[in-house]
């Protein structure tokens, strides 16, 4: 083994891309701001003064479509790597449709909230809502980039550029879009069982 091929070897190191090295690094940093406010949320409930309320049935029909749409993400991945191309756009289209059906029920239980007297701020505010507001919010806020990657994606198989030699847009697409529907997994359980 000459010097050279020990370098390259060196160079190579985990063998990602660094795209993907950079969505990994993302993910991490909203887990950790999560992971601050549900964190937050827990310290805040135990000081008293929170105020009790039943969440929107609403949420849960929003956490199946967000489960469906990662499946359907999922087969468009799976038919990427098949060359599958038809099938690509057709389940990245069904993963944005039901995307948007997500956060139109999201808009929908915010809608709930206040019909039950729940607010985000005010003078009629409890904490208890609020932090409510903040973690549906800002999933939502991250949602809607996930939309954008996938429309970005969609754009890029409509010019048959994902192809099974061709999977890093959409793998990370995939693999952030999953997180996505996890971590809203993860929240709503979280929300079901502490409030």
């Known amino acids: 083994m000459n010097p050279s091929e020990t370098l390259s070897e060196k160079e190579v190191g985990l063998g990602w891309h660094p795209k993907r090295v950079l969505l990994i690094l993302l993910i991490f940093s909203i887990v950790m701001m999560f992971a601050a406010f549900t964190s937050g949320y827990i310290v805040r409930r135990d000081e008293g003064n929170w105020r009790e309320f039943d969440l929107p049935g609403?949420?849960?029909i929003n956490s199946i479509l967000i489960a469906l749409s990662?499946?359907?993400m999922q087969w468009a991945y799976f038919s990427a790597r098949k060359d599958e191309i038809s099938r690509v756009k057709t389940g990245?289209?069904?993963?944005l449709?039901?995307?948007?059906?997500?956060?139109?029920g999201q808009y929908h239980s915010f809608g709930d909230l206040v019909a039950g007297n729940t607010y985000f701020g005010g003078a009629d505010a409890?904490?208890?809502g609020s932090f409510v507001y903040v973690l549906m919010g800002v999933h939502a806020f991250h949602l809607v980039t996930g939309l954008i990657f996938l429309a970005v994606v969609l754009k890029?198989?409509?010019n048959y550029q994902v192809h099974s030699r061709a999977l890093l847009s959409i793998g990370n697409a995939t693999l952030y879009w999953h997180f996505l529907g996890g971590l809203w997994l993860y929240l709503y359980l979280f929300l079901l069982?502490?409030?």
């Not at 990245?92 to 993963?95: G, N, V």
């Not at 449709?97 to 139109?104: D, K, Q, R, S």
Request: net charge positive; charged share 5%; no cysteine.
């Open 58 to 60: 609403s949420l849960l």
């Open 70 to 72: 990662s499946a359907s």
């Open 92 to 95: 990245l289209i069904i993963t």
């Open 97 to 104: 449709v039901l995307g948007l059906a997500f956060l139109v």
């Open 126 to 128: 409890n904490p208890s």
């Open 156 to 158: 890029r198989t409509l």
């Open 193 to 195: 069982l502490n409030h």
